[in-house]
Structures are given as structure tokens and as C-alpha cells.
């Protein structure tokens, strides 16, 4: 009856112990992200640009970037839960779309190198910052329209650089984004 009694206890404290040990990670993640969310995080050390990714046959460029929200309008962090194409993903089961680009639609040539890009530079499970537009705080078709940070890049920027978007020059007048020297470089 002892030993039952021991072992029971044991497994009670292990669980317990899980428990802390999550919940005092939950609490610096969420530490971290309130303490950066309107800061500038500094990148430690650069990839390597143009680099041939194994097996799929994309091309990247990987333009790391000083990351921090700006302006108003909604700053949100969060996991990557899908990717739906080159230039819409969804965050913690809200619907993202890239501020001022465009990629090829399903069925539409480079449709799948656009999404297959992001999946590669950002893929489900990454954590990113999204920068929601202040001109376009209505959104789009249900999704939030703004910058999107992961892994130290900005999402619009790195698929305008490999090509598989182009900048939607009718929305420069009215993105509080335009002005930015990778947007301006595409023709905003």
C-alpha cells in the first residue's frame, strides 16, 4: 500500500512539475513579446543570400531586416498555422494577407514556386510579428492586411526580391508602408 501510495505522489509531482515548467515558459514568451513588440530587434548574424534550397529548385534572398511594429493599427505575434499562397497566411487561425504585393493565384503560373518560397523562408510553426497597415486597417476579403515578419525577414519584401510578386502600385497611396525603401525599390 506504501509503495502504491509513493509512486502515486512521484507521478503527481512529475505532472505538477510539467505544469510549472510550461507555464513559466507561456509567461517569458509572453514577457518577450510585450517587451518587443514596439522595439527593434537587432539581427545576430546574416544568411547567406541566394542560396539554392536542396531539392525544390527556389531561389532565395534573404534580406534580414531590423523588425518592430509601427504606427496604430494592431501589432499581433503569433505561430504560423498554414500557409494558403505567396502572399496569405494564417496566424493563430487569423487570416494574414502581405501588405502591397501580389502573387499568382491557385492555377496561375508561379502560383506554386510564390507559395512554396514561403513555406521554405517561413514555414507552419514559425513565430512571427505582423505589423497590421495603418491605411488599411478594413482589411481584405476577412484577412488583416499588414507586414509580416519571420525568421528575421519581411515577408513582402523577400517575395517581391525572388520575383514571384509584384507590388500593387494602386495601394501605395493609401499604405502607411509605401514609403519604405524595399517598396519604393518595386515601384510604390
Known amino acids: 500500500m506504501k509503495r502504491n501510495t509513493i509512486i502515486a505522489l512521484g ?20 514577457n518577450n513579446n510585450t517587451e518587443t ?13 541566394d542560396s539554392e534550397n536542396q531539392g525544390l529548385g527556389i531561389t ?12 496604430d ?7 504560423v498555422t498554414r500557409i494558403v ?9 487569423q487570416s494574414i494577407r502581405f501588405a502591397l504585393v501580389n502573387t499568382p493565384e491557385f492555377g496561375e503560373n508561379d502560383y506554386t514556386q510564390a507559395k512554396s518560397y514561403i513555406e521554405t523562408v517561413c514555414p507552419v510553426g514559425s513565430q ?13 476579403h476577412g484577412r488583416i492586411i499588414g507586414v509580416v515578419y519571420c525568421n528575421n525577414l519581411n515577408l513582402s519584401q523577400e517575395i517581391l526580391e525572388v520575383g514571384h ?3 500593387l502600385s494602386s495601394i501605395c497611396k493609401k499604405s502607411e508602408f509605401a514609403n519604405e525603401d524595399w517598396a519604393q525599390k518595386f515601384g510604390c
Open 128 to 140: 512571427v510579428l505582423v505589423d497590421e497597415d495603418d491605411g488599411q486597417t478594413g482589411g481584405s
Open 73 to 79: 493599427a494592431r501589432c499581433i505575434s503569433g505561430s
Open 60 to 71: 532565395t534572398k534573404i534580406n534580414p531586416v531590423k523588425q518592430g511594429c509601427s504606427g
Open 37 to 49: 513588440r514596439n522595439q527593434d530587434l537587432q539581427i545576430d548574424a546574416p544568411k547567406e543570400p
Open 165 to 167: 510578386a509584384e507590388v
Open 85 to 93: 499562397d505567396g502572399d496569405t497566411i494564417t496566424v493563430d487561425g
Open 11 to 30: 507521478a503527481v509531482g512529475i505532472i505538477v512539475l510539467f505544469f510549472v515548467i510550461i507555464l513559466g515558459e507561456f509567461q517569458q514568451i509572453s
